[in-house]
Every structure is written in structure tokens, then in C-alpha cells.
């Protein structure tokens, strides 16, 4: 079974600051992974994805992620943090296969300091 | 194209109390999917369905029923409401599971039972 591990539940940065927010995963097969947004009342939205191609792997809004195998790793960094990235972000494991499931961590809240 | 519908948008349930949660979308998709979000936990998968009439339990499926009557709803109905219920809960969808296909969610639910 899949598992993702998301430490901490709140990270706060200044404005213009470098933003990461760390995601380890557990699973026996090679995953699909992702990074989901949400911000206030609203769903979640995609910023990126792994798909066991380039392991640095480019989203909206300026965010990146690398895909570390040797470290079951994939965290999601932003080199200039801005006021709109304040939301709550999600990494995800999907096991390959078609009925296989999304799961996962327990989100992180991202705060901008001006 | 409105993408992924949740209605209502707030609701607040006595115990005892049944309702049901309507998710309509209007991408085609074949796969939806209904999560809860309680503070601190992530998103947990109560139940899934791959195409009309098909539906299937997720992790925590317990006092949640759900139908499949045509590829565009997948309504998620509570029959005896407790307090343990109150959450936010989203619908998503995908179209399959081809790697490159997001998935899409519903603004959401925010369930109160006192």
C-alpha cells in the first residue's frame, strides 16, 4: 500500500523567499505523484505532476518538484515566494494502473509574510 | 463548460437527519469520486465509481451511500447523520487514467451535524 508523508502541518515564509514543502512517499511500484493547490473555499487544483519521465517536473505559478527515487522524495519548491501562493498544498501517490486511487498527505498551509 | 458542480454549498443537519450531497459533472468524465476533508487529515476516499452503475467502497465508506445512475451525477447521500459526519467534502473526476489528466474537483461541501 501507498503511503505519503507530509511533516509539519504549517510553513511561513517572507515575500520573496524561497519556498519549500517537503513530501516523502511510500510505495512498492514506481508512483505517479502530485502536487495539488487549495486555496480558501475552493477545490483543489493540479500544479504539477510526476509521470516517470524528466524527474524535474514543472508546474503552474512558477512552482518545480524533483522526483528523488533514492530518497522517495518529491518536494515541491518556488525560488521567489509571492502574497498569492498563501493555500493549503496536498502531495499525492497514485500507484500505476487504471482502478488505482489517489492517496493523500495531510496537506501543509503555506503563509506569506509581506 | 462548468467542469465539476457540488451542491449545496453549505448545510447544516440535525443527528438523525439524512440528506444527499449532489455532484454533477459535465466533461464526460468515467471515473468520480467522493472525499471528505477534516482539518489536519488530508482527503479521504469514501467512495468511487469508474463508469454508470459501477460504484465501489473507499477507505472510509461507513454510513455513506452512493449511485451511479448516469455518467454525469454521482450523489452522495448520508441516511442517519452524526456528528462524526461533519466535514468539507469534495467531488472530483477523470476522465480515465491516462497519466496526463488531472483530476478535477468540485468547490466543495461544508457539512455541519449538531
Known amino acids: 500500500a501507498q503511503s505519503v508523508t507530509q511533516l509539519g502541518s504549517h510553513v511561513s515564509v517572507s515575500e520573496g523567499a524561497l519556498v519549500l514543502l517537503r513530501c516523502n512517499y511510500s510505495s512498492s511500484v514506481p508512483p505517479y505523484l502530485f502536487w495539488y493547490v487549495q486555496y480558501p473555499n475552493q477545490g483543489l487544483q493540479l500544479l504539477l505532476k510526476y509521470t516517470s519521465a524528466a524527474t524535474l517536473v514543472k508546474g503552474i505559478n512558477g512552482f518545480e518538484a524533483e522526483f528523488k527515487k533514492s530518497e522517495t522524495s518529491f518536494h515541491l519548491t518556488k525560488p521567489s515566494a509571492h502574497m498569492s501562493d498563501a493555500a493549503e498544498y496536498f502531495c499525492a501517490v497514485k500507484p500505476p494502473g487504471a482502478n488505482s486511487k489517489l492517496t493523500f498527505g495531510k496537506g501543509i498551509t503555506l503563509s506569506v509574510r509581506p | 463548460n462548468a467542469g465539476v458542480t457540488q451542491t449545496p454549498k453549505f448545510r447544516i443537519l440535525k443527528i438523525g437527519q439524512s440528506m444527499t450531497l449532489q455532484c454533477t459533472q459535465d466533461m464526460n468524465h468515467n471515473y468520480m469520486y467522493w472525499y471528505r476533508q477534516d482539518p489536519g487529515m488530508g482527503l479521504k476516499l469514501i467512495y468511487y465509481?469508474?463508469?454508470?452503475?459501477?460504484?465501489d467502497k473507499g477507505e472510509v465508506p461507513n454510513g455513506y451511500n452512493v449511485s451511479r445512475s448516469t455518467t454525469e451525477d454521482f450523489p452522495l447521500r448520508l441516511e442517519l447523520a452524526a456528528p462524526s459526519q461533519t466535514s468539507v467534502y469534495f467531488c472530483a473526476s477523470i476522465l480515465g487514467w491516462a497519466i496526463d489528466q488531472p483530476q478535477h474537483f468540485g468547490d466543495g461541501t461544508r457539512l455541519s451535524i449538531l
Open positions: 465509481s469508474v463508469g454508470a452503475g459501477i460504484t
